[in-house]
């Protein structure tokens, strides 16, 4: 070396010092900021009509889009559960236990991609995923198309809103996706105060918002006006202690595995969920979700794609901790570090955090037409 | 077996008496399709299985766990004491659907050359039994789900190892379920015992001869494994019930069925070959006569209550349609000839297959335990 080692440590300080000196101007904080949440994105070829979303209410309620006719959308995504399942795993379709925490319907109009890992590009993607699931809904297309074609009310709905002469079953999922597109909340205590309503807060709000945006650094991930920036990370979310102690559970756990096609290695030793690596079968996607809105997030505990956390406070201080161990160590985001968080910080902010919901929001359910038998047609043989 | 050797030689010697006793009619000009030789009848061969897993086949045709909402087994319609059917007229089907077929016995169905009333499947039991799991109007399972059940059963872990399929899989339930149909085998009819009553002698000359019948029901299973067109009359129920009409419905989309939101008829066998010119519409498999003692209601819609109505059906020469077998005609029958054609039917029914060989002495437990050392299990 021609360098000692005193050396060696001076210049490591010295380029160090210049590091910090560019940081602010090189890795400006790019973070969105929070902002209030406007009308959500209509996709060119689903436009929003009065009928398809009415008929899309209906659809969404009707439990005859799944296999045994039991399991509607709604069934997991209850609206006084805040539209979604208030249990750390999903119930399932009859017989199963789901594997993941059900998410809100709430504010998805606004995503890019659903699920927790991403697995559907559009709410019209993901309504059949659900639907079609083992574990889900487990229909099957031409089922639950036949079905449609014996409720003449759904025959007459669908023939105005689409044209179609019999009931087609992708356009189920457009209708389901329409209604689902006006289930958005814009007027949260947040959204009044970034528009200028500085009584729409609390001072302890205000002081948690500060936190969220400097010391505790959730802003990081959340941020924007949907409070997520979509992307998809580890955090060490401990696995779903369900899995170490129901069978149901954990017989879906390893079909999850079986039916995402990892190798047959993976298949043995996994004992936890992969999360973003079943899409991209990429080592270092393995544990990684999607950052979820934080909006309605009163209503919507437990907490995490497992449901590890039955309360906002239980979040908190998994962040203050500097989060948790997984199986998927390597793949942690360094962006999660213990905190420091006083019990009086940690107050604020879950006191900022409430306001990201609104007032919950209630759906009279809809009444559901029934069958009736198909009268031959002029042209039957 | 308990069919004897030396019964088995009576049997032999006792049809080709009565092999030789049916020329008189034929020579007469009253059969329809000639001689039949003794053996074109006759018991039906037992199936040597592997024990093991047939015992482990046994248990997954009575576990409902494989359907799934985990709410209908096999034996859900494929009930024992009534020879694998259920009694009904349509079969019901997987919750949230209803059948529009009579449920088919599974009595002697190993030998089938084609299975379901259409012969959609002509390939083999393992096909037959993945159908049958996995149609949405049957078991609606998804096997990777199956499988995954199976493995969470410890008293399924060692069925599996013992029967030698190595850990329970979806491939080892659809080789084990076959192996355990292969032991239903009819037994100890009195056709086959050589204890026919006069009548039931009688029968079965009409039933070689005058009638017909043996020109579709023969083998000894009593059937040619072909489809035909009888004429059968539409069920209504079918139509006129949504919940059954929307299972049609799915069926015929996946069957690839023209024009099937208009049609109210079941195509049948015209799912096998499609015929461009629709002959073949309305056709179904010839059923095995075999156990009809425990199969009512019959025709493949289950549109005829009793034998009596099945025999009076063909004596009147079928049903009415454009594409009828031309070798159903009136028959002409006496009452007293009709009854001695079900009585010859009688006597094609064998022993119950009800006993512990055929049935689990209690249910299949319908919860799963949890695996105890599940962080350091292999899964």
Redesign the interface.
């Known amino acids: 070396m021609l360098f000692g080692k005193t050396t060696y440590l001076v210049a490591v300080a010295a380029i160090a010092a210049a590091l910090q000196l560019v940081a602010p101007a090189a890795v400006a904080d790019v973070n969105p900021p929070l902002a209030p949440l406007g009308d959500p994105p209509v996709p060119s070829d689903n436009a929003q009509t009065t009928a398809k979303i009415e008929l899309g209410k209906m659809l969404f309620w009707d439990p005859r889009l799944g296999g045994d006719a039991s399991t509607a959308c709604v069934t997991c995504h209850e609206p006084s559960q805040g539209w979604a399942f208030s249990d750390d795993l999903s119930r399932g379709y009859p017989g199963t236990v789901h594997w993941r925490n059900s998410q809100t319907v709430i504010n998805t109009a606004y995503l890019g991609k659903l699920f927790w890992a991403g697995a559907a590009a559009s709410l019209e993607k993901q309504a059949p995923s659900a639907a079609k699931g083992a574990v889900a809904g487990n229909g099957e297309n031409d089922v639950m198309e036949a079905r449609l074609a014996f409720i003449p009310e759904y025959r007459k709905l669908f023939n105005e809103v689409f044209g179609d002469e019999w009931p087609k079953i992708d356009n189920a999922w457009r209708a389901i996706a329409a209604f689902e597109r006006t289930l958005v909340q814009t007027d949260t205590p947040l959204d009044q105060y970034l528009r200028g309503d500085k009584s729409a807060l609390s001072e302890q709000q205000v002081r948690g918002m500060t936190l969220f945006t400097g010391k505790a650094n959730c802003i990081e991930c959340h941020n924007g006006a949907l409070s997520t920036d979509q992307k998809y990370y580890n955090i060490g979310v401990p696995p779903a202690g369900r899995w170490e102690e129901d069978g149901l559970a954990q017989i879906t756990f390893r079909y999850e595995q079986f039916a995402k096609g990892v190798t047959q290695k993976m298949y043995r030793k996994i004992k936890d969920d992969a999360g973003l690596y079943y899409r991209t079968k990429q080592a270092a996607d393995k544990g990684k979700f999607r950052t979820p809105s934080l909006r309605y997030t009163l209503y919507t505990a437990p907490y995490m794609h497992n449901g590890s956390f039955w309360d906002l406070r239980e979040v908190v201080d998994f962040y203050n901790a500097g989060g948790g161990e997984n199986e998927f160590g390597a793949t942690k985001t360094p962006a999660i570090k213990p905190l420091g968080l006083s019990e009086e910080e940690i107050e604020d902010l879950i006191a900022f955090l409430e306001a990201f919901s609104g007032p919950e929001i209630k759906v009279e359910a809809p009444k559901l037409p029934d069958y009736a038998p198909l009268p031959a047609a002029a042209d039957a043989n | 077996m308990r069919c004897g050797i030396l019964t088995r030689l009576f049997s032999v010697a006792f049809f080709k008496s009565v092999a030789l006793a049916a020329l008189i009619p034929a020579i007469m000009g009253l059969a329809v399709a000639g001689a039949y030789a003794a053996e074109d009848f006759g018991p039906v061969e037992p199936i040597k299985v592997k024990e093991k897993m047939a015992a482990l086949g046994k248990r997954l045709f009575f576990d409902k ?1 494989l ?5 209908i087994s096999c034996a859900s319609c494929h009930m024992p004491d009534k020879a694998f059917t259920d009694g009904l007229p349509l079969s019901k089907a ?4 209803d059948g529009f077929r009579n449920t088919p016995s599974l009595v002697n169905t190993a030998h089938r050359a084609a299975w379901f009333r259409d012969g959609r499947l002509g390939t083999n039991l393992n096909d037959v039994t993945r159908e049958s799991l996995t149609e ?2 049957f078991m ?1 399972m ?1 096997m ?2 199956m ?3 199976a ?2 059963d410890p008293v399924y872990v060692k069925m599996f190892k013992d029967a030698g399929l190595g850990e329970p899989s979806n491939g080892g339930i659809r080789n084990a379920i076959p192996e355990y149909l292969k032991t239903l085998i009819s037994r100890n009819a009195p056709f086959d015992t050589g204890n026919m009553s006069d009548d039931a002698r009688a029968g079965f000359e009409l039933f070689k001869g005058k009638a017909g019948c043996a020109s579709c029901h023969s083998g000894p299973r009593f059937t040619d494994d072909q489809p035909h067109n009888l004429g059968v009359p539409e069920n209504p129920e079918i ?5 059954r ?3 049609y ?2 069926y015929a ?2 069957m690839g069925i023209e ?1 099937y ?5 079941d195509v049948g066998a015209h799912v096998r070959r499609h015929k461009a010119d629709g002959s073949d519409i309305g056709t179904f498999m010839t059923p095995s006569l075999r156990e009809l003692k425990y199969t009512a209601p019959y025709m493949h819609n289950g549109i005829l209550k009793t034998l009596e109505d099945v025999v009076a059906f063909y004596n009147r020469g079928g049903g009415d349609d454009p594409n009828k077998d031309p070798r159903i005609k009136p028959l002409g029958l006496s009452r007293q000839e009709r009854a001695e054609l079900v009585a010859f039917l009688d006597a094609l029914n064998g022993d119950p297959l009800t006993g512990p060989d055929f049935v689990l002495p209690e249910p299949v437990p319908t ?5 105890d050392d ?2 350091d299990a ?2």
Do not use: C
């Open positions: 766990r359907s799934g909402d985990a709410a997987y919750p949230g659907s949405d109007y609606n998804d990777r789900l499988q995954e059940r493995k969470q139509w006129r019930n949504p919940l009409h929307a299972t419905v799915a989309m996946f024009n939101m208009n049609i109210r008829r919860n799963y335990e949890a695996i599940w962080r292999t899964n």
